[in-house]
């Protein structure tokens, strides 16, 4: 909780928002865009933790989700077991 409302937390967008819809741009986190089902193209799920530390690869932000290269070790989602990671680069 920031400020003195309960939902004045602004840093995502499942707290309190805007009430302009053109400004400022806001992302789903990791988990969400994993639930949902998006950029599952180049989405990867590692087995446990233990395996993630043997993984290498690159991790790109969703700008550029088109130009992922079609290869094993690039992806722009990782779930391992509960933590879902994700790369939010600025346009």
Not at 23 to 35: E, G, H, R, S, V
Not at 54 to 74: C, H, M, Q, T, V
Request: net charge neutral.
């Amino acid at each position: 909780r920031r400020g003195k409302w309960s939902y004045a937390d602004r840093s995502g967008i499942m707290g309190y928002s805007y009430s302009d819809d053109q400004w400022p741009l806001m992302c789903f986190n990791a988990a969400k865009n994993w639930q949902l089902g998006w950029y599952s193209e180049k989405a990867i799920e590692l087995s446990d933790r233990s395996t993630c530390g043997a993984w290498k690869g690159r991790l790109y932000g969703f700008p550029d989700f088109e130009s992922i290269p079609d290869n094993d070790n690039s992806h722009a989602l990782i779930k391992v077991g509960d933590i879902h990671m994700q790369y939010n680069k600025i346009a």
